[in-house]
C-alpha cells in the first residue's frame, strides 16, 4: 500500500522560502500526477499545485508567482518550494497521489500533513 | 471563498440520514466528476467518494455520492458518532486548470 510522508523545516522565517519534501513508499512514483495541499489552522482545503512524472506541472494561478515544484523519480520524491512567504502561507502542509481513470481523477492517498509556521 | 459551494454546517441524530450539498459551474462539476473527502478531526482528509458515486473499498455504503448538472451530493445513512466530521467536496476546474475545493462541511452527530 503506498505511503505519502512529508518533510522539511516547520519554522520558516518571513520573506525566505518554504521547501517541503514528500517520501513515497512501498509504490512507484512513476506514471501519476503528485499534488500539494494545503489548510489553515480551522479553515478549509487549497490545492497549491501537482507535478506528472515527467515533470509537467499545473500550479494555483493565486500562488504560480512564487511556486517551484520538482520530481526526482530516483529517490521516489518530489518537491515544492514557495518562495517570499508570510503569515498567510502558515499551514498543514499534505501531499497526495491523483490516481486516474479515464479523464477523470482524485487524490488518494494522502501523507499525515506538516505544519509550517512562518515567523520571525 | 471557495469556488465549490458546502453549508458551514449540518446535524442530525444518530441512525438518521443527512445530505450535504455542493454547489459549483459549469466549468468545474458541470464538466467533471466530483470527488469527496472525510477529515476526522486532527487527521488527514481521506478519499470517501470519487467519479461522483463511486466507493472505495473500505468506505462503508452508508455513504452515498449524487451529481446532477453543477451540482453534486454526499447521503450518510445510519449515521454514527465515528461520521463527526468535516466533509470537502473537489473537483477540476477546466478554467483555472487547477483543482478547486468547497468551503468544507462540519457534521456533527446530535
Known amino acids: 500500500q503506498v505511503q505519502l510522508q512529508e518533510s522539511g523545516p516547520g519554522l520558516v522565517k518571513p520573506s525566505e522560502t518554504l521547501s517541503l519534501t514528500c517520501t513515497v513508499s512501498?509504490?512507484?512514483?512513476?506514471?501519476?500526477?503528485w499534488t500539494w495541499i494545503r489548510q489553515p489552522a480551522g479553515k478549509g482545503l487549497e490545492w497549491i499545485g501537482r507535478?506528472?512524472?515527467?515533470?509537467?506541472?499545473n500550479y494555483n494561478p493565486s500562488l504560480k508567482s512564487r511556486l517551484t515544484m520538482s520530481i526526482d523519480t530516483s529517490k521516489n520524491q518530489f518537491s515544492l518550494n514557495l518562495s517570499s512567504v508570510t503569515a498567510a502561507d502558515t499551514a498543514v502542509y499534505y501531499c497526495?497521489?491523483?490516481?486516474?481513470?479515464?479523464?477523470?481523477?482524485?487524490?488518494?492517498?494522502w501523507g499525515q500533513g506538516t505544519l509550517v509556521t512562518v515567523s520571525s | 471563498q471557495s469556488v465549490l459551494t458546502q453549508p458551514p454546517s449540518v446535524s442530525e441524530g444518530p441512525r438518521q440520514r443527512v445530505t450535504i450539498s455542493c454547489s459549483g459551474s459549469?466549468?468545474?462539476?458541470?464538466?467533471?466528476?466530483v470527488n469527496w473527502y472525510q477529515q476526522l478531526p486532527g487527521k488527514a482528509p481521506k478519499l470517501l467518494i470519487y467519479?461522483?458515486?463511486l466507493l472505495p473499498s473500505g468506505v462503508s455504503d452508508r455513504f452515498s455520492g449524487s451529481k446532477s448538472g453543477t451540482s453534486a451530493s454526499l447521503a450518510i445513512s445510519g449515521l454514527q458518532s465515528e461520521d463527526e466530521a468535516d466533509y470537502y467536496c473537489?473537483?477540476?476546474?477546466?478554467?483555472?486548470?487547477?483543482?478547486?475545493f468547497g468551503g468544507g462541511t462540519k457534521l456533527t452527530v446530535l
Open positions: 512501498a509504490g512507484s512514483i512513476s506514471t501519476y500526477y
Open positions: 459549469s466549468s468545474n462539476i458541470g464538466n467533471n466528476a
Open positions: 473537489a473537483a477540476w476546474d477546466d478554467s483555472l486548470n487547477g483543482w478547486v
Open positions: 507535478i506528472y512524472t515527467s515533470g509537467i506541472t
Open positions: 497526495a497521489r491523483e490516481r486516474q481513470l479515464g479523464d477523470e481523477s482524485w487524490f488518494d492517498p
Open positions: 467519479y461522483d458515486d
